[in-house]
């Protein structure tokens, strides 16, 4: 089983900045090495929409065109955490964010509690 925990959500003003962060643990973590984390977001009375991705192994990230250069994905693998560096934020940005955990070439397996990020205008 793997456990992840996200913290960092909150209220920011349009422009701000927010740092988010995916704690993960548990005795099964290892085989996610060559996996990815990602962050997905949903907000309300709309689907989880994917935000961006990260593997463990190498550089690869992708992300959603609605963020590509205002949001940021980064990983410390001797922590097990991920973090998800919000710039230039918009309403449009509020929404509930989720961690996720996944092996290669697969959909996630795990998923975090969620974390409210509210953008005021």
């Known amino acids: 089983q793997v456990q992840l925990v996200e913290s960092g959500g909150g209220l920011v003003q349009a422009g701000g900045s927010l740092r988010l962060s995916c704690a993960a643990s548990?005795?099964?973590?290892?085989?996610?090495?060559?996996?990815?984390s990602g962050w997905f977001r949903q907000a309300p009375g709309k689907e989880r929409e994917f935000v961006a991705r990260?593997?463990?192994?190498?550089?690869?990230?992708t992300y959603a065109d609605s963020v590509k250069g205002r949001f940021t994905i980064s990983r410390d693998n001797a922590k097990n955490t991920v973090y998800l560096q919000m710039n230039s934020l918009k309403p449009e940005d509020t929404a509930v964010y989720y961690c996720?955990?996944?092996?290669?070439?697969?959909?996630?397996?795990?998923w975090g509690q969620g974390t409210q990020v509210t953008v005021s205008s």
């Open positions: 996720a955990l996944g092996r290669p070439s697969s959909d996630a397996d795990y």
């Open positions: 990260i593997f463990w192994t190498g550089a690869a990230t």
């Open positions: 548990g005795r099964t973590l290892s085989i996610y090495r060559m996996g990815w």
